[in-house]
């Protein structure tokens, strides 16, 4: 099984209207976000957050995709 650190992260400046931070998305697995003050802050809490979904998906019987090929605009630059 894969560790939450294998996943490729996103992390992106929140848009001014959901306020100030950064969201942090896992593109491998659907709906896996979190968000922090900063893009360092935002990168450890999706950590958990992609534990928590691995988690879930094994519960309900779902398949766990493979961490795929990091490409150089989603390395994780803030872990």
Known sequence: M????EYPVLIRPLPPDL???FAAL???LPGCISDGET???A???V???ITCWIEAATDM???IPEPSPQEPEL???YG
């Open 47 to 49: 950590q958990d957050a």
């Open 19 to 21: 306020g100030s931070g």
């Open 26 to 28: 896992v593109p491998d």
């Open 61 to 63: 019987g779902r398949p």
């Open 39 to 41: 893009p360092q802050e």
């Open 75 to 77: 390395l994780r630059k």
């Open 43 to 45: 990168f450890a809490n």
């Open 2 to 5: 894969s560790k939450p650190s």
